[in-house]
């Protein structure tokens, strides 16, 4: 009875809950290095701003975000009817593809993208085009090949999604590499720049984007408080993009898709530039441990412009990911993005990359390169 496009979807796999773990395998002190999320937590005067509008929650939102699109705008240096909110910026993604796809027409994107790409196209009745992946031999390993992205785009393609960086590759794209791309695209295809992680590219790897919209009425890009800002279980991110093109997502958009919480939490934060650059100084200094604590395993840790590594373990991932739950210790396995040898795992406080690296030491002097199944 299920829609075209919803009767193959098969349903997106979070990062194990903390909850789950310690009610499933009855360990305490867990850490979860599994979905991307700041391990400093939110940012102090968020949460000053949640308390002061407990009272209001009888109301509905601000179904304008009208307070912290000017904010916005005004930190972006664009006009506030160029931000498009979002109940995170996974659900900026799905009104993109619902706003300009229709069955029949085509959306694409690389092989190991951010998987709710294909889903949120699959879910129009569109049809995903896949690229394929840089190869593993070259920079940038399994990340996009804009050449490949090109190639899929045909009469059909309305939307072209890439993630600068991506998840769960941790790869990224030059500016200039970018600009002509979507320069070489016809002006009919939307192209979505997905930067959930950009406050975490260094300052002169992160394409200015935004002052390319001027000439570009074509892009899209999206962001998110979930990372940097600390503030995933709250629900926020955005778009910004040609004001005609916002005017478009707003009709797709539910009324009240941003709560009253996450709007003020969200406003508060833009002004938590310490908690930013802290954020920023531990994620790089953590980045430069994992790496090397990894490789010393024997892994295949490739550089990251992300709070993650995808980490190669050249042997059965899903076992070493089992071994590490038993130990408390929730990371993510790949095998739902084809690369069951893989591991993405998130940047963590400096104690808990220490924690990690000591136990998977264990494991390796234990088990061998191949930690052994699980007896159930
Ligand atoms: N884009 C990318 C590349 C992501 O990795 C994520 C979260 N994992 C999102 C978008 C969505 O994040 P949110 O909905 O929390 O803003």
New binding site residues.
């Given amino acids: 009875m299920a829609a075209r496009g919803v009767r193959a979807l098969q349903p997106y796999i979070p990062g194990k809950p903390i909850a789950d773990l310690e009610r499933e395998y009855g360990v305490k002190d867990t850490i979860k290095l599994a979905?991307?999320e700041n391990p400093l937590g939110p940012p102090q005067p968020s949460l000053e701003a949640i308390r002061a509008v407990l009272p209001d929650l009888a109301l509905y939102p601000d179904g304008n975000g009208f307070d912290l699109k000017h904010s916005l705008a005004n930190r972006l240096q664009v006009s506030p009817g160029q931000i498009t909110l979002?109940n995170?910026?996974?659900?900026v993604?799905s009104i993109i593809a619902e706003t300009f796809l229709s069955p029949g027409e085509e959306a694409a994107y690389s092989e190991y993208a951010?998987a709710?790409y294909s889903l949120a196209v699959q879910a129009t009745g569109a049809t995903g085009r896949m690229a394929p992946a840089n190869r593993v031999d070259l920079p940038h390993p399994l990340g996009h090949s804009l050449k490949n992205l090109r190639a899929q785009v045909g009469d059909q393609t309305r939307l072209v999604f890439i993630?600068n960086p991506?998840?769960p590759t941790g790869t990224w794209l030059s500016a200039t590499e970018l600009h002509q791309f979507i320069v070489s695209l016809p002006p009919t295809v939307i192209v979505v720049v997905?930067e959930?992680?950009y406050e975490y590219m260094p300052a002169v790897d992160r394409p200015d984007t935004l002052s390319w919209l001027h000439d570009l009425p074509n892009l899209i890009v999206?962001r998110?408080?979930?990372?940097i800002y600390g503030l995933?279980g709250l629900?926020?991110?955005y778009a910004v993009s040609h004001p005609a093109v916002a005017e478009l997502l707003n009709r797709v958009r539910q009324p009240f898709n941003v709560n009253t919480l996450a709007q003020v939490a969200a406003l508060a934060a833009l002004n938590a530039k310490d908690h930013v650059l802290k954020s920023q100084e531990m994620n790089q200094r953590g980045l430069l441990r994992l790496r090397t604590g990894l490789t010393s395993l024997g892994w295949s840790v490739p550089p990251s412009a992300g709070n993650f590594v995808l980490a190669d373990t050249g042997g059965r991932a899903e076992r070493w990911y089992e071994a590490l739950l038993r130990r408390g210790i929730i990371v993510r396995p790949m095998s739902g993005y084809g690369l069951p040898h893989h591991l993405r795992i998130t940047v963590g406080l400096p104690q808990q990359i220490d924690r990690l690296l000591l136990v998977l030491r264990e494991l390796r002097a234990h088990d061998g390169p191949d930690p052994e199944p699980v007896q159930q």
């Fill in positions: 979905s991307n979002g995170g910026s996974n659900d993604l951010f709710i993630a991506n998840n997905d959930a992680y999206c998110t408080f979930s990372k995933a629900r926020i991110g």
